[in-house]
Nanobody, 129 residues
């Protein structure tokens, strides 16, 4: 059963915007943590932004002030609004869901991919200079 389905990726010029969507099953959407990750071939999967069911959010330093994570409870959908895109944002983006966990002495929805149990298939974002 597919739990998470991403959409909204595409190609844009530097400085442009994209909004990624992740349609979640009811089970996935009820997980305490949901987040967006990205992975370039040969590199570890990087946490971009996460949101706790209590509404708190975390962002990677590289996207702070440019990306916004949000949820639509009526639609069981997670979003990632990406503004001021840069060529270095080019890669596959994945939606994920999972329980809260300890990371860096903090309990909640950290950016560590190994703690997220449900994953979508990914959507490609390409930013040209």
């Amino acid at each position: 059963q597919v739990q998470l389905v991403e959409s909204g990726g595409g190609s844009v010029q530097a400085g442009g915007s994209l909004r990624l969507s992740c349609a979640a099953s009811a089970y996935a959407y009820r997980r305490s943590c949901m987040g967006w990750f990205r992975q370039t071939p040969g590199k570890e999967r990087e946490g971009v932004a996460t949101v706790d069911s209590d509404g708190s959010t975390r962002y990677a330093d590289s996207v702070k002030g440019r990306f916004t994570i949000s949820k639509d409870n009526a639609k069981n959908t997670l979003y990632l609004q990406m503004n001021s895109l840069k060529p270095e944002d080019t890669t596959m983006y994945y939606c994920a869901a999972g329980p809260r966990f300890w990371s860096a002495d903090s309990w909640g929805c950290g950016p560590l991919a190994q703690f997220y149990k449900l994953w979508g298939q990914g959507t490609q974002v390409t930013v040209s200079s």
